[in-house]
């Protein structure tokens, strides 16, 4: 164990993404408060966070996100409403959101990659480590994937990155890392990384998914990280500098995530996240499950 780290206690999502992908439902509302079910889906990454041991919270915003506070927030119009109804469940519910986490925002201004999204939360991170969660990522929350890197951040030091094994036809589609085994079955060393790599140049078929762990050193590497693919700046790119040259901020780890995670990404994906969480609720699953069943066997 590492005793002078100080162990992770923040948390920063990006959320400030125009969401073009989901056009037109997102002109007006922030691709992060579209439901999953009947959650938005940054609440589930919020949750997340929390359910590892960090409940201060920065959304990197952008505008037209002014919902996202809403949404964390008290609504007191609501709760008097509900409480008038004697509507103790729903009551409950409405409150659960503002009392998940101490949740802070910072606005990216012209936004510029995760990379520079990540800069933006520098001030409010200082100088010791803290997760980033990528919002088209969920987790199930039971595959704590999160506390398990916030574990070895503490035990190794430097920087985690959740990796997961794609087929080689998707690997372009992600950040892809070269490896090297570790004592730990779920942990290696990365030697390298590489963005979106061409077909027949990726260094494995470890995939980087939107989870992260890192130690503060990223921030100076952003600062002088040039625009990368697509004129963005890429944390890819950070992250590979620190792996190289383990000097500037300790190394940088993966843990490879065998457990469920939901793509929201897409809109076939999220569609999909959406049919396969309804059917594990408790309250929505049989019946969901019996409706769905009858239509496939109807329909198709």
């Not at 004697?86 to 101490?102: F, H, I, K």
């Not at 794609?166 to 060393?189: M, N």
Request: with cysteine; aromatic share 6%; hydrophobic share 40%.
């Amino acid at each position: 164990m590492n005793e002078a780290n100080p162990g992770v206690v923040k948390a920063v999502i990006p959320a400030a993404g125009l969401g073009t992908r989901f056009l037109p439902a997102t002109k007006a509302t922030p691709k992060e408060m579209l439901p999953v079910v009947d959650k938005p889906a940054i609440q589930y990454v919020v949750e997340e966070a929390v359910a590892a041991g960090l409940d201060d919270v920065l959304l990197v915003t952008g505008r037209n996100k002014r919902a996202l506070e809403d949404h964390f927030d008290r609504n007191y119009e609501l709760e008097h409403a509900l409480s008038r109804k004697g509507d103790d469940q729903r009551l409950s519910m409405v409150r659960e959101s503002a009392d998940l986490a101490t949740v802070h925002y910072v606005r990216q201004g012209d936004p510029r990659g995760l990379g520079h999204a990540v800069l933006s939360a520098a001030a409010h991170v200082g100088d010791e480590p803290f997760a980033v969660l990528l919002g088209d990522d969920l987790i199930d929350p039971r595959d704590p994937l999160l506390a398990r890197m916030v574990e070895v951040q503490k035990a190794l030091g430097g920087s985690v990155v959740a990796l997961m094994e794609v087929p080689a036809a998707q690997i372009h589609l992600y950040g892809c890392a070269a490896v090297e085994t570790t004592a730990d079955d779920d942990v290696v060393l990365i030697t390298g990384l590489v963005e979106k790599p061409a077909p027949g140049e990726a260094p494995s078929s470890y995939a980087v998914i939107g989870r992260y762990v890192l130690d503060p050193a990223v921030f100076d590497v952003l600062r002088r990280t040039a625009p990368g693919r697509g004129g963005e700046i890429q944390l890819t790119d950070a992250l590979e500098e620190l792996a190289l040259d383990p000097s500037l901020g300790g190394p940088v780890h993966g843990v490879v995530f065998r457990g469920r995670r939901y793509d929201t990404g897409d809109r076939g994906d999220y569609l999909r996240a959406i049919v396969r969480l309804a059917c594990e609720r408790e309250d929505l699953g049989p019946d969901f499950r019996a409706w769905l069943r009858d239509w496939v066997r109807d329909e198709l």
